[in-house]
């Protein structure tokens, strides 16, 4: 099992610009989730999922737009990118019978 | 809405020694869980420890134990035998009973064991 997978490691955007930040894995879970790590903070929830053709927000959603077409698969689109955007992103899965969640390895975003 | 504070924003350990890292929450729930979360320079986030709220007996996985005061809203983390491979930042974490997704982080503690 490759567990969650995150690409791309790295990434330098310009104001204003889109993206797709993409996340997989391969342990059938139901649940998936996009983290923000900021200096001096811990993890903050962005949006998550609950399965297939389901999200909802987080905590800090604005900016951010997600779906979930496949149970796999749990995309995060920056349509326009912003400076207060730069952080490092992680997505998470857990079964919907365990508690733990298995996160990837995240993203290193930087928006100039 | 639930807050976890962790007030050590740094801490040193000298190698084989035991340190304590303090967590504080505060909720309204009384069924939840509680993490800690190690993060290495790697940025790979491991799950340390967890206990769950109903459960009165602290938890225990090998030299990591905790200190649960659920009246006190605390759960801090003791590392015994410190080793050189147990610096990385250290999150703690609440998330309630039933939201698997939601899981609220404290600002994190940067251990540094030292040889």
């Known amino acids: 099992n490759a567990g969650v997978t995150q690409t791309p490691k790295f990434q330098v955007l310009k104001t204003g610009q889109s993206m797709t930040l993409q996340c997989a894995q391969d342990?059938?879970?139901?649940?998936m989730s996009w983290y923000r790590q900021d200096p001096g903070m811990g993890l903050r929830l962005i949006h998550y999922?609950?399965?297939?053709?389901?999200?909802d927000q987080g905590e800090v959603p604005n900016g951010y737009n997600v779906s979930r077409s496949t149970t796999e698969d749990f995309p995060l689109r920056l349509l326009s990118a912003a400076p207060s955007q730069t952080s490092v992103y992680f997505c998470?899965?857990?079964?919907?019978?365990?508690?733990?969640?298995?996160f990837g390895p995240g993203t290193r975003l930087t928006v100039l | 809405a639930q807050t976890v504070t962790q007030s050590q924003p740094e801490m040193s350990v000298q190698e084989a020694e035991t340190v304590t890292l303090s967590c504080t929450y505060d909720?309204?729930?009384?069924?939840?869980?509680l993490f800690w979360y190690k993060q290495p320079p790697s940025r790979q986030m491991i799950l340390v420890i967890r206990?769950?709220?109903?459960?009165?007996q602290n938890a225990t996985e090998n030299r990591f134990s905790v200190n649960f005061q659920k009246a006190a809203k605390s759960f801090s983390l003791k590392i015994s035998d410190s080793q050189l491979g147990d610096t990385a930042m250290y999150f703690c974490?609440?998330?309630?009973?039933?939201?698997?997704?939601?899981?609220?982080f404290g600002a994190g503690t940067r251990l540094t064991v030292k040889p």
């Open positions: 998470a899965s857990t079964s919907g019978t365990s508690i733990e969640q298995f």
């Open positions: 342990m059938n879970h139901e649940y």
């Open positions: 999922s609950v399965g297939a053709g389901i999200t």
């Open positions: 909720t309204s729930e009384s069924n939840y869980y």
């Open positions: 206990q769950e709220a109903y459960k009165q």
């Open positions: 974490a609440f998330m309630k009973t039933g939201n698997n997704n939601d899981m609220r």
